[in-house]
């Protein structure tokens, strides 16, 4: 069984542009949460999406943006970037929302961006 | 805001001592608790996890953790570690009514042969 896939693995972007990270959660699993690992930060939660719908939000500006499409695979946009936006930004999914292992969550390898 | 705690950034043991981290959370009500592990280079996956019952849970490896609640606390213990425990250990705490899973800022281990 796949595991859950980020893609890119390294991106490069500089202050001003838009960045794009996709996931794709293991099979069967309808929620996707996303993360970013920022140095010395631990994992701070950034959007949780389940069948589609935008189910929580962290307390990150409106600039961090995503989606989740109907195959249940995920992006996140981060537009206008900034220099403390470098980090890792793990991609994590689970079962159905409230379902049996639900909030157990998978996490892929991450998608590491650095913002020059 | 609700936070979790991990007071012990960087660990340093040698193979076969004992183990506890840290883990406070400030929720008052109920929750999910969880730790997840780092090994170098592999992916963040669950190491054990409480939801309810007998507040004290065992996971992968010997690791065991304790849910104390009037402490709000869930530390994890293992009584001998080894070279291979080397990682970096992540608590994490569910708050049932906002559905939201918050992590610590993690604790690096270091076992030395």
Known sequence: EAGVTQSPT????TRGQQATLRCSPISGHTSVYWYQQALGLGLQFLLWYDEGEERNRGNFPPRFSGRQFPNYSSELNVNALELEDSALYLCASSPVWGGVGANVLTFGAGSRLTVL | AQSVSQH?????????ASLELGCNYSYGGTVNLFWYVQYPGQH???LLKYFSGDPLVKGIKGFEAEFIKSKFSFNLRKPSVQWSDTAEYFCAVNQIDTDKL???TGTRLQVFP
């Not at chain 2, 012990?8 to 076969?16: G, P, Q, R, T």
Request: aromatic share 6%.
């Open chain 1, 10 to 13: 390294h991106l490069i972007k």
């Open chain 2, 8 to 16: 012990n950034h960087h660990v340093i043991l040698s193979e076969a």
């Open chain 2, 44 to 46: 963040l996956q669950l």
């Open chain 2, 102 to 104: 918050i992590f610590g």
